[in-house]
């Protein structure tokens, strides 16, 4: 018998939906912003003709998502990862040799006049597929958590990280690199595995993090890092976050810019038609500049708020998610998410180093912003699949 849902439940989840569509029209004031004052762009309204493209696919591309049900989700899963897989691969031979001089890595294929990156698509189909064996390996047990059982999920999930591991090595795209740990190490956290486990990986991984910043900051620590096919901008990237002002003419020049472009700013900036501090590639990975120099300390403030709220949000999905694969996927995409934010805007503010990360729904439009849309789609399909089911039970 079908019974109504109450009007009050709607199967479209607004309240993830606000903050969204926010941060997307806070990106466009940005982009407007860089563009005007980049002395390299003749005309503005062509680039943002494309970020609103990129938009309008994005946003299709969610609700696509979003109407997905669960058990063909679940059945694509293994597909979309091989798939991703398998875009990544065709880099070896196909990556654009333009991107890669430009940048030092081979993380683009260019098809004509079209060009994008593989691993974004990676980054969700690694969610869904790590979400899809942590579903499989805990049902399969059906009772409480043994050290045997926890080590053979680990060994499952290390066993597909593997592969994207290993071509991002090839990629020597050591930022992205960050994002695939990170949402490793949230999904093994909400896992279910033993505190043991957990207390001694953490360990080691932060043993591995401490001794790999001291091997960076020594001469002969760099040596053996350069045996590694570690390269020379990977270095310098650490001396610039270190010392950002003293290589303000050289490595540091992107960097040292950018905090001159957001200390400007003050309080409450200096208006979007005043951006007066040259920052390069400021409509991407320095898009959070724009911000600080132009609306200051608050305005930076509230966009971080604006941020938090979105991550709330998703929060709340996972918390009230009645399947433990969708549980999974949003604590996959929180982390994805995350990773991105606490980067890009710790490597504006000189907290962290540059690793070429966007800021999800700001920088300029892309792979990267459109994986942002499929990323959200993913948790509306949860909500929508359960209020959906409700209906019709």
Request: hydrophobic share 50%; glycine share 8%; aromatic share 14%.
């Amino acid at each position: 018998m079908k019974r109504a849902l109450p009007s009050k439940r709607e199967p479209v989840n607004y309240a993830l939906l606000l903050p969204v569509f926010l941060l997307i029209l806070v990106g466009f004031i940005a982009q407007y912003g860089a563009f005007q004052a980049d002395p390299t762009v003749d005309s503005i309204f062509p680039l943002l003709k494309k970020q609103l493209l990129w938009t309008v696919l994005g946003i299709f591309s969610m609700f696509a998502t979003m109407f997905i049900p669960i058990n063909y989700l679940w059945k694509l899963t293994p597909v979309f990862y091989s798939l991703s897989l398998l875009l990544m691969s065709l880099l070896i031979k196909f990556h654009d040799p333009v991107m890669a001089a430009a940048t030092g890595t081979k993380r683009w294929i260019r098809l004509g006049p079209f060009s994008f990156q593989p691993s974004e698509f990676m980054k969700l189909g690694y969610i869904l597929m790590l979400a899809y064996i942590i579903t499989k390996k805990r049902q399969q047990t059906q009772t409480s958590s043994i050290l045997k059982d926890d080590f053979r999920l680990l060994g499952a999930m290390s066993l597909v990280s593997l592969p994207i591991l290993a071509l991002m090595f090839y990629q020597k795209d050591f930022g992205t690199s960050l994002v695939f740990v990170s949402i490793f190490l949230g999904m093994v956290v909400v896992s279910g595995c033993s505190w043991k486990i957990l207390t001694v990986g953490f360990a080691g991984l932060s043993i591995v993090g401490i001794s790999g910043i001291l091997l960076v900051l020594t001469e002969q620590g760099q040596k053996l890092l350069s045996y590694l096919h570690f390269k020379p901008y990977q270095f310098n990237r650490i001396h610039a976050w270190l010392n950002p002002f003293e290589y303000a003419d050289s490595i540091s020049f992107q960097q040292a810019r950018g905090l001159t472009a957001i200390g400007s700013g003050e309080l409450v900036g200096k208006g979007l038609t005043n951006l007066q501090v040259y920052v390069p590639v400021r409509e991407s990975d320095m898009i959070f500049t724009v911000i600080g120099e132009a609306y200051g300390f608050l305005g930076t403030c509230l966009l971080i708020l604006l941020f938090f709220y979105l991550i709330y949000q998703m929060l709340i999905c996972t918390l009230h998610a009645k399947r433990e694969f969708y549980a999974y996927i949003t604590t996959g995409v929180i982390m994805y998410f995350l990773f991105h934010i606490l980067e890009n805007i710790g490597s504006n503010i000189g907290l962290l180093p540059l690793t070429g990360i966007p800021l999800p729904f700001i920088s300029q439009g892309g792979t990267a912003y459109l994986a942002n849309f499929i990323g959200i789609g993913l948790i509306l399909s949860m909500y929508y699949q359960k209020e959906k089911n409700e209906i019709e039970t």
